[in-house]
């Protein structure tokens, strides 16, 4: 295992470098240094350091004959500040370079310039200069000029459909001049054309169906219509026919033909038709009245009573009265009272057929009375 070196000892009777004698060898390797680093080879390094050896000789012989092997280590440091002398020299070219990539120049004094001032500040914050401010707001932006050009582009195609619609309603070829009716039956057809005839003229494109439907229902004996577009310039008007049901005689001897919500239809509806005979009582105060009732009653039965009723009377809107047709041949009568608890009655009605008796009294229907 190798040892460590140690410091050479001092003879005996030999005494050590004193300390002018090293600042003597100090002050004699300093202007080495320089001459190190003026010369332009690499070479002249080694020369100061085999230089200082001899300076630091002669000072330790006159000192107190020192041996040359205590010069060794002053010799060894003289040569090692050559290299830093040299470093030392190079720095300015350093600096330089260092100021050609952007960094702070160094003053005469050797030290960096001070940075750049911050922007000036006042008590209610940090000073903006205008230019900056105003080069922000004046400069365009991409995206401000895309909104724009996205704004224009709809508006151009608003104005562009807007102007579109607006000639294609003041189109003669699309205005209405044909108009077919359809479903008809007993209701002539010039009622109904009669009643959207006003319609004749406007534009296809804005026809209010809704509006044209109620008008034909308002024709008596439609229950229903529909109203379609045909193009490019007719309409097309369906329409359903209510069914009569009943045949009501007023006092004052008049017929009328009605259906089952008691409306009255076109005398042409009873053609063909089953009815059913409603009749007023002579002496009645309240005819209409009377009228009405029988209709909701006719329209409150029951299909197995509706179908068996011979006929139906009433002198006021709470004295109805009904003729029942059996299956044996015979008759019952039906007081009914009023049109109130319709489903309750026809019940109780279907119940008590089968009693004895030729009446049955259902005015209220909770207490029946059959006599």
Request: aromatic fraction near 2%; glycine fraction near 8%; charged fraction near 20%.
């Given at each position: 295992?190798?040892?460590r070196?140690?410091?050479?000892r001092?003879?005996?009777?030999?005494?050590?470098?004193?300390?002018?004698?090293?600042?003597a060898?100090?002050?004699?390797?300093?202007?080495?240094?320089?001459?190190?680093?003026?010369?332009?080879?690499?070479?002249?390094?080694?020369?100061?350091?085999?230089?200082?050896?001899?300076?630091?000789?002669?000072?330790?012989?006159?000192?107190?004959?020192?041996?040359?092997?205590?010069a060794?280590?002053?010799?060894?440091?003289?040569?090692?500040?050559?290299?830093?002398?040299?470093?030392?020299?190079?720095?300015p070219?350093?600096?330089?370079?260092?100021?050609?990539?952007?960094?702070?120049?160094?003053?005469?004094?050797?030290?960096?310039?001070?940075?750049?001032a911050?922007?000036?500040?006042?008590?209610?914050?940090?000073?903006?200069?205008?230019?900056?401010?105003f080069?922000?707001?004046?400069?365009?932006?991409?995206?401000?000029?895309?909104?724009?050009?996205?704004i224009?582009?709809g508006?151009?195609?608003?104005v562009v459909?807007?102007?579109?619609?607006?000639?294609?309603?003041?189109?003669?070829?699309?205005?209405?001049r044909?108009?077919?009716?359809e479903?008809?039956g007993?209701?002539?057809q010039?009622?109904?054309?009669?009643?959207?005839?006003?319609?004749?003229?406007d534009?296809?494109?804005?026809?209010?169906t809704?509006?044209?439907?109620?008008?034909?229902?308002e024709v008596p004996?439609?229950?229903?219509?529909?109203?379609?577009?045909?193009?490019?310039d007719?309409?097309?008007?369906?329409?359903?026919?209510?069914?009569?049901?009943?045949?009501?005689?007023?006092?004052?001897?008049s017929?009328?033909?009605?259906?089952?919500?008691?409306h009255?239809?076109?005398a042409?509806?009873?053609?063909?038709?089953?009815?059913?005979?409603?009749?007023?009582?002579s002496?009645?105060?309240?005819?209409?009245?009377?009228?009405t009732?029988?209709?909701?009653?006719l329209?409150g039965?029951?299909?197995?009573?509706r179908?068996?009723?011979?006929?139906i009377?009433?002198?006021?809107?709470s004295?109805?009265?009904?003729?029942?047709?059996?299956?044996d041949?015979?008759?019952?009568?039906?007081v009914?009272?009023?049109?109130?608890?319709?489903?309750?009655?026809?019940?109780?009605?279907?119940a008590?057929?089968?009693?004895?008796?030729?009446?049955?009294?259902?005015?209220?229907?909770?207490?029946?009375?059959?006599?």
């Amino acid at each position: 295992m190798a040892r460590r070196p140690t410091a050479p000892r001092p003879r005996p009777g030999a005494s050590r470098p004193s300390a002018t004698g090293a600042s003597a060898a100090s002050s004699a390797s300093a202007p080495s240094a320089p001459s190190a680093a003026s010369s332009p080879s690499a070479a002249s390094a080694p020369s100061a350091a085999s230089a200082a050896p001899a300076p630091s000789a002669a000072s330790a012989a006159s000192a107190n004959r020192a041996p040359q092997r205590t010069a060794a280590p002053a010799a060894r440091s003289s040569a090692a500040s050559a290299p830093s002398a040299a470093s030392a020299a190079d720095a300015p070219a350093s600096r330089n370079r260092t100021r050609s990539l952007g960094r702070p120049a160094p003053t005469e004094a050797g030290r960096p310039a001070p940075a750049a001032a911050p922007p000036e500040e006042q008590e209610g914050g940090r000073v903006v200069q205008a230019a900056d401010r105003f080069r922000d707001l004046v400069r365009g932006r991409p995206w401000r000029r895309r909104r724009r050009a996205i704004i224009a582009g709809g508006l151009a195609t608003v104005v562009v459909l807007v102007a579109a619609f607006v000639t294609a309603v003041f189109l003669p070829a699309l205005q209405v001049r044909d108009i077919a009716i359809e479903g008809t039956g007993y209701v002539s057809q010039e009622d109904v054309r009669a009643a959207v005839a006003g319609r004749e003229g406007d534009s296809v494109l804005l026809l209010p169906t809704g509006d044209i439907e109620a008008q034909v229902e308002e024709v008596p004996g439609i229950a229903s219509a529909t109203v379609e577009r045909a193009w490019p310039d007719g309409m097309r008007v369906s329409v359903t026919e209510a069914t009569p049901v009943a045949q009501l005689t007023r006092t004052d001897g008049s017929v009328a033909v009605l259906d089952a919500e008691g409306h009255e239809l076109p005398a042409a509806a009873a053609e063909g038709a089953t009815l059913v005979p409603l009749a007023v009582q002579s002496g009645s105060a309240d005819p209409d009245g009377a009228a009405t009732a029988m209709s909701e009653v006719l329209a409150g039965l029951p299909d197995p009573l509706r179908g068996a009723v011979r006929d139906i009377t009433a002198s006021s809107p709470s004295d109805v009265t009904l003729t029942l047709a059996l299956e044996d041949g015979g008759t019952k009568t039906v007081v009914w009272g009023d049109s109130a608890d319709a489903e309750l009655k026809g019940e109780v009605v279907q119940a008590l057929l089968g009693q004895a008796g030729t009446v049955i009294d259902v005015s209220s229907p909770v207490a029946p009375v059959t006599r």
